[in-house]
């Protein structure tokens, strides 16, 4: 019984962890030395599916088990020498499910970025990331996992044809441990990326992103249900509204056929915000 609930907990907080993470955020371009940046990304989902691992297949949840998340990610970023970003980001996330609420910031990462190839056609930068345990511990919904992760990233963009950007990325998560006992399965992410540049203030996008991630442990033994995959269809626009400023609007949805395990949103809908100076 203890253990069941264990993993209940388990896949209500990892809910949203349905794409790509910040580890693998921004093309393979790195901001020049002293420069500053901040980033602010917003997006809404709302459940609405959860997985039967015994059935193999989507059931509907009812609306007293829908969670409703309103999160924001605020990232701010320095070079102190070139080809180096060093960067903080703090999550905040408002969630709902039937009569209760949470509000609050989530686990915080400690991020860096370092430029390996910087002339093109070929550009390839490293990524990497400590995130800590700073939520709070009696938020419910919970807002995050509570977990030390270390994450590690591959980012490689180069130009195709004509007007069109590629970006290839990767990543891989040694994820923590929730209490004594229960170990969390670490996880890959991918990240495919087409730019296609009308202007030079506007860039439409289409991105196949996800994750794929393995099962929990409790007391070293793999919990049946929890390993997860996701696979994303997103497309969206980067619009440069300033020399320093970048918006980016964006809709994200599952391909469900080639997503397992936990909960599902039909949709998520995301805005981001970049300045560079």
């Given at each position: 019984m203890k253990k069941s609930l264990v993993v209940m907990i388990f896949l209500a907080v990892v809910v949203n962890m349905l794409f790509a993470t910040p580890l693998i955020w921004r093309g393979a371009t790195t901001i020049k030395p002293k420069q500053f940046i901040v980033q602010s990304n917003f997006y809404y989902s709302q459940t609405t599916k959860s997985y039967d691992t015994t059935q193999n297949k989507w059931d509907t949840l009812t609306t007293k088990k829908q969670v409703s998340s309103l999160n924001a990610d605020i990232m701010v970023g320095y070079a102190p020498i070139k080809n180096l970003e060093l960067k903080v980001l703090v999550p905040v996330a408002s969630k709902s499910k039937d009569t209760s609420s949470s509000f609050g910031i989530g686990d915080i990462w400690l991020k860096s970025r370092y430029a390996l190839i910087t002339k093109e056609p070929l550009l390839f930068t490293l990524s990497g990331a400590v995130v800590l345990p700073t939520a709070s511990k009696t938020a419910n919904p919970p807002i995050d996992d509570r977990t030390v992760d270390i994450g590690l990233g591959i980012i490689a963009q180069t130009k195709t044809f004509g007007k069109l950007l590629g970006h290839l990325r990767f990543g891989y998560w040694l994820m923590g441990k929730t209490n004594d006992t229960t170990k969390v399965g670490d996880m890959f992410e991918y990240f495919v990326k087409l730019d296609y540049k009308i202007s030079k203030t506007l860039t439409p996008f289409l991105t196949i992103l996800g994750t794929q991630q393995a099962k929990t442990k409790i007391n070293n033994q793999q919990s049946h249900g929890t390993d997860r995959n996701?696979?994303?269809?997103?497309?969206?626009?980067?619009?440069?509204?300033?020399?320093?400023?970048?918006?980016?609007?964006?809709?994200?949805?599952?391909?469900?056929?080639?997503?397992k395990g936990g909960s599902l949103a039909p949709y998520t809908i995301g805005l981001d915000f970049w300045m560079i100076k």
């Open positions: 996701r696979t994303n269809l997103q497309v969206g626009t980067i619009y440069k509204a300033s020399p320093i400023l970048w918006i980016r609007p964006k809709i994200s949805l599952p391909i469900t056929s080639m997503c």
